[in-house]
T-cell receptor, first 109, second 117 residues
Framework: QKEVEQDPGPLSVPEGAIVSLNCTYS??????FMWYRQYSRKGPELLMY????GNKEDGRFTAQVDKSSKYISLFIRDSQPSDSATYLC?????????FGTGTSLTVIP | GAVVSQHPSWVICKSGTSVKIECRSL??????MFWYRQFPKQSLMLMAT?????????EQGVEKDKFLINHASLTLSTLTVTSAHPEDSSFYIC?????????????FGDGTRLSIL
């Protein structure tokens, strides 16, 4: 079983839709959770960084962590074509980082 | 703004050439940097962890003599792909995290697209 599981998609939504991206994990030691956005031929860009369970909101983005279910989510409200990218979840325990495979998102104008 | 700078962004060279990629942390001193390789539509594959002032730690299956890593200063790590061949063509990305506290998120460079002819 992989440490982190993420549906690769692709996911295609109309502009303005609410997008839900998810990851599950198996290691209960993970305490820090991250979401990165990666445009084609660019490095990943840190979007959200959360500690332990709960929600964190930043503009149109909301990160949610449910440690009891070992499940994290990223919600994008009022999605825009510029949100079209690959979204990677990541989590860490100590100095070990684990990444999901990424979900490809396309927002159609 | 960017906190990690990577150079060059794109390299095309002949088979047998050695290629050096630089990774700089701009806003902080990074005692540890990471080097990844990414194939199209696949996730990041950690190649090695670069430690300032000491030898890099390579992941299983990564050839140390093929991928030379030097981390001579707190703001610069380099990856040299020696005698590159077409199968080394890939997207190479470095990252760094703020030192001091554990579990700080990694900040990535913009990647280097390496094409070996």
């Amino acid at each position: 079983q992989k440490e982190v599981e993420q549906d690769p998609g692709p996911l295609s939504v109309p502009e303005g839709a609410i997008v839900s991206l998810n990851c599950t994990y198996s290691n209960s030691a993970f305490q820090y959770f991250m979401w990165y956005r990666q445009y084609s031929r660019k490095g990943p860009e840190l979007l959200m960084y959360t500690y332990s369970s709960g929600n964190k909101e930043d503009g149109r983005f909301t990160a949610q962590v449910d440690k009891s279910s070992k499940y994290i989510s990223l919600f994008i409200r009022d999605s825009q074509p510029s949100d079209s990218a690959t979204y990677l979840c990541a989590m860490s325990a100590g100095n070990q980082f684990y990444f999901g495979t990424g979900t490809s998102l396309t927002v159609i104008p | 703004g960017a906190v990690v700078s990577q150079h060059p962004s794109w390299v095309i060279c002949k088979s047998g050439t050695s290629v050096k990629i630089e990774c700089r942390s701009l806003d902080f001193q990074a005692t540890t940097m990471f080097w990844y390789r990414q194939f199209p539509k696949q996730s990041l594959m950690l190649m090695a962890t670069s430690n300032e002032g000491s030898k890099a730690t390579y992941e299983q299956g990564v050839e140390k003599d093929k991928f030379l890593i030097n981390h001579a200063s707190l703001t610069l790590s380099t990856l040299t792909v020696t005698s590159a061949h077409p199968e080394d063509s890939s997207f190479y990305i470095c990252s760094a995290s703020h030192p001091g506290q554990r579990n700080q998120p990694q900040h990535f460079g913009d990647g280097t697209r390496l094409s070996i002819l």
